[in-house]
């Protein structure tokens, strides 16, 4: 890894990248063959905003390499409800901790709270900006199911807030992947993602309308709509609900299309996907602790 913070998948190079899938796939077919290598190592989870997969998985991850976490606890349960500012809290908890994992409503949080502290900041979702951690565990999904030869992929849904989307996006330029964007109009890519994957060499190309482009994929990566990033609740209703993918409309799709989602959904993805051979969103989201621990191990 260049750098020691893990803030954007910008920062992540290939090489980068199959070094921690390829241990993260070491570990994943022999997990007892992991050493207690974090005996003692204390990693802080400073969580602004909710989680379950992200939290649990660090959790998981750090627990399983023989170390133990700190965990601020919630928003209102802690001193950042008494108006502490976030410089504060990280430059008093980098005092307990070997390294933070920190998710924050605001874009930038976590490059902001890197220049504060010198133990290694991982951002687990800075608002609608970056989610580097999960573009890992997404592309270790995406090589065990589909492999990167080759690859098109579909990115769909709230592409504008979402920032898993935005992440997956860039790190997908390392590969040989063809990217095809589906989006209602008002949630298309923003601009300045669009210009960063123009500038990284990719061709965007953006659609509204998910079949014309279903049946050439080999990966379809559903989101969800970021209801809570809408400034205006009307805005959410006018698009909430646009996008739905069912066995019905599966039947358009390759046989070995690989469905993926970083959860949690709504109403994105009909529970009758669940138990065809598309749906790899389960799968994907227990990726994150071998994924994990292979980047822990690598940072701490
Ligand atoms: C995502 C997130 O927080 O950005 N969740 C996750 O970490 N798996 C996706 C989402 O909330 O829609």
Redesign the pocket.
């Known amino acids: 890894m260049r750098d020691d913070h893990i803030i954007s998948a910008k920062q992540l190079s290939r090489s980068d990248i199959e070094a921690v899938l390829d241990r993260a796939a070491e570990i994943a077919d022999d997990p007892g063959a992991v050493a207690d290598s974090k005996d003692g190592e204390l990693l802080g989870l400073l969580f602004f905003?909710p989680?379950t997969?992200?939290k649990m998985s660090f959790t998981t991850a750090m627990k399983r390499l023989g170390g133990d976490t700190v965990d601020m606890g919630s928003v209102e349960s802690s001193s950042v409800k008494k108006g502490e500012s976030l410089a504060d809290t990280v430059r008093v908890i980098e005092g307990y901790a070997d390294a933070l994992v920190l998710?924050h409503p605001s874009e930038g949080s976590a490059k902001l709270a890197s220049d504060f502290v010198d133990v290694p900041v991982i951002n687990?979702?800075d608002g609608a900006g970056q989610?580097p951690t999960?573009t890992l565990l997404d592309l270790y999904t995406i090589r065990e199911n589909a492999g990167f030869d080759d690859l098109t992929i579909g990115i769909m849904g709230d592409l504008k807030y979402?920032?898993?989307v935005h992440s997956l996006a860039h790190a997908l330029t390392n590969f040989d992947a063809s990217q095809h964007f589906i989006s209602p109009e008002s949630l298309r890519l923003p601009r300045s993602v669009r210009y960063d994957l123009h500038e990284a060499g990719a061709q965007v190309r953006e659609h509204t309308d998910l079949e014309d482009v279903l049946g050439t994929l080999d990966v379809l990566y559903v989101?969800?709509i970021?209801r809570e990033r809408f400034p205006d609740e009307n805005e959410y209703r006018q698009v909430a609900g646009e996008y739905r993918i069912d066995t019905e409309l599966l039947e358009r799709a390759n046989d070995d299309l690989t469905v993926m989602h970083?959860?949690?959904r709504v109403d994105e993805i009909a529970p009758d996907v669940d138990g065809t051979e598309y749906a790899t969103y389960f799968e994907q989201?227990h990726n994150g602790v071998p994924v994990r621990m292979a980047l822990l191990e690598e940072l701490l």
């Open positions: 905003e989680s997969r992200t998710r687990a979702g989610h999960q979402g920032r898993t989101t969800r970021q970083p959860l949690p989201a």
